[in-house]
């Protein structure tokens, strides 16, 4: 069975500045889809970033941006010039191609806070 | 309508009553997905329904969870005999058709469910 690991609970960072969320997983397929979801206050899961592990490049969306390392089953999030808008929780999910590709395979989460 | 609308979006109940959480996804979306949300833990599916139809209910944790789509559109999470364990927020997404794990997935805003 797949696993998505985020090994930090919690992560803070200084208005406009820059973080990294870590995030490691387990499959042993080939051809598999990563994501990074932000959860609010609101509770509304919301797309954050998509990476396909076929490509090689990494994705990027305006001030977020992945390093995806495949054969480090490694996908870490950083965001750039960080604002107060993007302190929420922050989902790391995983999820196969073919018959079972609508099952998103979720970590637990990093509780990100933006300092003024 | 314009996104995923989820109803109640809180609900009390005693242990042991019956509850119903209902969802009304994107207007043409036929991918329709139940998720279960934790305390502290990332969102763990539950069902997929495509169209009408129930094509994975494997993350149903018991028979006192069911879930209906009955016009291909609006659905219906049905819990019996409530437990303290049940507890959590119901997360409903939509999407297009589901046929890569490439979807993007629309949340809605949950209903937490507290069982006392």
């Known amino acids: 069975a797949q696993t998505v690991t985020q090994s930090q609970p919690e992560m803070s960072v200084q208005e406009a500045e820059t973080v990294t969320l870590s995030c490691t997983y387990d499959t042993s397929e080939s051809d598999y889809y990563l994501f990074w979801y932000k959860q609010p206050p609101s509770r509304q899961m919301i797309l954050v970033i998509r990476q396909e592990a076929y490509k090689q490049q990494n994705a990027t969306e305006n001030r977020f941006s992945v390093n995806f390392q495949k054969a480090a089953k490694s996908f870490s999030l950083k965001i750039s010039d960080s604002q107060l808008g993007d302190a929420a929780m922050y989902f790391c999910a995983y999820s196969a191609p073919g018959a079972g590709s609508y099952q998103l395979t979720f970590g637990k989460g990093t509780k990100l806070s933006v300092i003024p | 309508g314009a996104g995923v609308s989820q109803t109640p979006s809180n609900k009390v109940t005693e242990k042991g009553k019956y509850v119903e959480l209902r969802c009304d996804p994107i207007?043409?979306?036929?991918?329709l997905y139940w998720y279960r949300q934790s305390l502290g833990q990332g969102p763990e599916f539950l069902i997929y329904?495509?169209?009408?139809?129930?094509?994975?209910d494997s993350g149903l944790p018991n028979d006192r969870f069911f879930a209906v789509r009955p016009e291909g559109s609006v659905s219906t999470l049905k819990i019996q005999r409530t437990e303290r364990g049940d507890s959590a927020v119901y997360l409903c997404a939509s999407s297009l058709q589901s046929i890569s794990g490439a979807n993007v997935l629309t949340f809605g805003a949950g209903s937490r469910l507290t069982v006392l």
């Open positions: 207007s043409g979306h036929t991918a």
């Open positions: 329904f495509q169209g009408t139809g129930a094509a994975d």
